[in-house]
T-cell receptor, first 113, second 114 residues
Framework: EAQVTQNPRYLITVTGKKLTVTCSQN?????MSWYRQDPGLGLRQIYY???????DKGDVPEGYKVSRKEKRNFPLILESPSPNQTSLYFC????????????FGPGTRLTVT | EDQVTQSPEALRLQEGESSSLNCSYT??????LFWYRQDPGKGPEFLFT???AGEEKEKERLKATLTKKESFLHITAPKPEDSATYLC???????????????FGQGTILTVHP
């Protein structure tokens, strides 16, 4: 089954404690992306990757890091999380160049206290 | 900077009452405009891609259209199962510095009452 998986699905952590949210896709997609979704602000892109070792900033990259060492994986790293990073995070992937036919993961709800 | 504005923020319809959702955009050269549907507690699900003004796409009760400044998602004779948040996004054309970047609107929450 074609899918994008994220782990963990729920996470409560404290300010400053480094964390990683994993994202994996089994469709051999070139394009992968991370978004955060907040009430009233909609879906905002954090980082995207056009292919292995190629990453670029979205609209809200501050406080986040990503890496794309393998085609299937695109982890999101919060080196020093802060309460304003409390949000619902989605990973997505697509064949080719981006927004066309993106498959989204189930989401990770992160709370930073 | 690319911008996407969706209206209305929320729309309540009776079953069978047709209507349209609007997505206004500004982008430095459009590579694609996308419509997604999102159910509560789930990730968005792809509906359509539109590439150029005048293009139309249809799927069941949904029809998406595109002009140079906006897109409409027309819903004909909606059913309660069409209730969801509908998201619009744009991507700038290649040649720019960030042509892989996607900008989403805030979405329209559609509720269809039986």
């Amino acid at each position: 089954e074609a899918q994008v998986t994220q782990n963990p699905r729920y996470l409560i952590t404290v300010t400053g404690k480094k964390l990683t949210v994993t994202c994996s896709q089994n469709m051999n997609h070139e394009y992968m992306s991370w978004y955060r979704q907040d009430p009233g602000l909609g879906l905002r892109q954090i980082y995207y990757s056009m292919n292995v070792e190629v990453t670029d900033k979205g609209d809200v990259p501050e406080g986040y890091k990503v890496s794309r060492k393998e085609k299937r994986n695109f982890p999101l790293i919060l080196e020093s999380p802060s309460p304003n990073q409390t949000s619902l995070y989605f990973c997505a992937s697509s064949q080719g160049w981006g927004g066309n036919e993106q498959y989204f993961g189930p989401g990770t709800r992160l709370t930073v206290t | 900077e690319d911008q996407v504005t969706q209206s209305p923020e929320a729309l309540r319809l009776q079953e069978g009452e047709s209507s349209s959702l609007n997505c206004s955009y500004t982008v430095s050269g459009l590579r694609g405009l996308f419509w997604y549907r999102q159910d509560p507690g789930k990730g968005p699900e792809f509906l359509f891609t539109l590439y150029s003004a005048g293009e139309e796409k249809e799927k069941e009760r949904l029809k998406a259209t595109l002009t140079k400044k906006e897109s409409f998602l027309h819903i004909t004779a909606p059913k309660p199962e069409d209730s969801a948040t509908y998201l619009c996004a744009v991507q700038a054309s290649a040649g720019g510095t960030s042509y892989g970047k996607l900008t989403f609107g805030q979405g329209t929450i559609l509720t269809v009452h039986p």
